[in-house]
């Protein structure tokens, strides 16, 4: 399969959008900009491109995390759990690019779905890691419930206003090169 050089193009400069606005909240714990990147990534290359910005920008963030790189189950867990953002942004507006006031409710109930899909998907991949008993694994989670719920709150709040917001301004002007991104013909 050959992939247009403005495609790659695109999908590169969307991954390295992720990776940036990744490290741009890196002080602030459990607050992130990844996730609606990808989510929006996927909005506008459809399901695949989607899944590549996602899994691509969470490889790169992680393996070149400042406190260093996970371990791979943990990794592969982060870069999986990306992938899905990516393809569900894609599957959200694969009917079209309207934002109604239904639609603009169900993103921020997506980045809800999204982020508890990232947060049970590296617990287990954690646990795995240090071999931890059943006790020790519901000890880690009531122990990190505050960082849980600080995540699925601030990506649900950036899901419902941020991601409509510049989703609106990206979907409003479409061009022949945004349209064969998502791979329809113009």
Same mark, same amino acid.
């Given at each position: 399969m050959r992939?247009?050089i403005?495609?790659?193009?695109?999908?590169?400069?969307l991954?390295?959008?992720g990776?940036t606005?990744g490290?741009?909240?890196?002080a602030?714990?459990?607050?992130?900009?990844?996730?609606?990147?990808?989510f929006?990534?996927g909005?506008?290359?459809?399901?695949?491109?989607?899944?590549?910005?996602g899994a691509a920008?969470?490889?790169?963030?992680?393996l070149?995390?400042?406190?260093?790189?996970?371990?791979?189950?943990?990794?592969i867990?982060?870069?999986?759990?990306?992938?899905?953002?990516?393809?569900?942004?894609?599957?959200?507006?694969?009917?079209?690019? #309207? =934002? /109604?006031? %239904?639609?603009?409710?169900?993103?921020?109930? *997506?980045?809800? @779905?999204c982020?508890l899909? +990232?947060? $049970?998907?590296?617990?287990?991949?954690? #646990? =795995? /890691?240090? %071999?931890?008993?059943?006790?020790?694994?519901? *000890?880690?989670? @009531?122990?990190?419930l505050? +960082?849980? $719920?600080?995540?699925?709150?601030?990506n649900?709040?950036?899901?419902f206003?941020v991601?409509p917001?510049?989703?609106?301004?990206?979907?409003s002007?479409?061009?022949?090169a945004?349209?064969?991104?998502?791979?329809?013909p113009?």
């Amino acid at each position: 399969m050959r992939i247009p050089i403005q495609v790659l193009t695109r999908l590169s400069l969307l991954t390295a959008l992720g990776v940036t606005l990744g490290y741009a909240l890196i002080a602030i714990p459990n607050v992130e900009l990844v996730s609606a990147t990808v989510f929006m990534a996927g909005a506008v290359s459809g399901v695949t491109g989607g899944m590549f910005v996602g899994a691509a920008t969470e490889g790169l963030f992680s393996l070149l995390h400042p406190l260093g790189a996970p371990s791979p189950p943990l990794w592969i867990a982060q870069v999986l759990s990306m992938a899905i953002t990516g393809a569900a942004g894609g599957l959200f507006f694969k009917a079209g690019p #309207s =934002l /109604t006031k %239904s639609k603009w409710i169900w993103i921020g109930i *997506s980045g809800f @779905l999204c982020t508890l899909n +990232f947060a $049970v998907l590296t617990t287990i991949a954690y #646990s =795995l /890691t240090v %071999s931890l008993s059943m006790k020790q694994i519901l *000890s880690s989670l @009531l122990f990190g419930l505050g +960082f849980y $719920v600080i995540h699925l709150a601030s990506n649900t709040v950036i899901f419902f206003t941020v991601v409509p917001a510049v989703l609106r301004i990206l979907t409003s002007g479409r061009t022949p090169a945004t349209s064969q991104l998502q791979g329809n013909p113009r």
